[in-house]
């Protein structure tokens, strides 16, 4: 029993055929070597489990590659969801941290504006409080000073 390969061993059938001997008048009938045929065929009844086998196992290779494949890829899917998901809800409390921080500023702002404007009305009625005091003050000081220039002129 030789090696050769399905393939080779249906050329050769076919070879076998080309070269039978045609009957004349019979529609295309020829006669063959029984003997070479039947090897062929057995040849061909051999190799054909193992090729069939070959076949099989490479169909289930290609479907368990193609499987896995599949799985990898849904893994990656599921990985670039959860990743996309995240940086959602980073962006999310980002944006909520950002809002909230520009509301604490503006709080904080208006704070202090509230904050100038009672420390300048304070002031402002401390310093006038304190002028009129010292107006008060200036006032009676000059009457005291009139009144001494007074007695001075009628003491003369």
Same mark, same amino acid.
């Not at 059938?13 to 029984?34: C, F, I, N, Q």
């Not at 990656?76 to 409390?93: L, S, T, W, Y």
């Given at each position: 029993?030789?090696?050769?390969?399905?393939?080779?061993?249906?050329?050769?059938l076919?070879?076998?055929?080309?070269?039978?001997?045609?009957?004349?008048?019979?529609?295309?009938?020829?006669?063959?070597?029984?003997?070479?045929?039947?090897?062929?065929?057995?040849?061909?009844?051999?190799? =054909?489990? @193992?090729?069939?086998?070959?076949? +099989?196992?490479?169909?289930?290779?290609? /479907?368990?590659?193609?499987? &896995?494949?599949? %799985?990898?890829?849904?893994?990656i899917?599921?990985?670039?969801?959860?990743?996309?998901?995240?940086?959602?809800?980073?962006?999310?409390?980002?944006?909520?941290?950002?809002?909230?921080?520009?509301?604490? =500023?503006? @709080?904080?702002?208006?704070?202090? +504006?509230?904050?100038?404007?009672?420390? /300048?009305?304070?002031?402002? &009625?401390?310093? %006038?409080?304190?002028?009129?005091?010292?107006?008060?003050g200036?006032?009676?000081?000059?009457?005291?000073?009139?009144?001494?220039?007074?007695?001075q002129?009628?003491?003369?």
């Amino acid at each position: 029993m030789s090696n050769r390969n399905v393939d080779e061993l249906m050329e050769e059938l076919y070879s076998v055929v080309e070269r039978a001997w045609h009957l004349p008048l019979s529609g295309g009938k020829a006669m063959v070597d029984g003997s070479e045929v039947k090897q062929l065929l057995d040849e061909l009844r051999d190799n =054909l489990p @193992q090729e069939t086998r070959q076949a +099989r196992a490479i169909v289930a290779d290609r /479907n368990q590659i193609i499987a &896995d494949a599949k %799985r990898e890829a849904e893994g990656i899917v599921r990985a670039a969801e959860d990743r996309a998901k995240r940086m959602v809800q980073q962006d999310a409390i980002t944006k909520q941290a950002r809002e909230q921080a520009e509301s604490m =500023l503006n @709080q904080a702002s208006s704070k202090s +504006r509230e904050l100038r404007k009672a420390t /300048n009305e304070y002031v402002d &009625d401390l310093l %006038r409080r304190a002028d009129d005091a010292l107006a008060e003050g200036l006032t009676e000081l000059r009457k005291t000073r009139q009144g001494i220039k007074a007695t001075q002129h009628n003491g003369k």
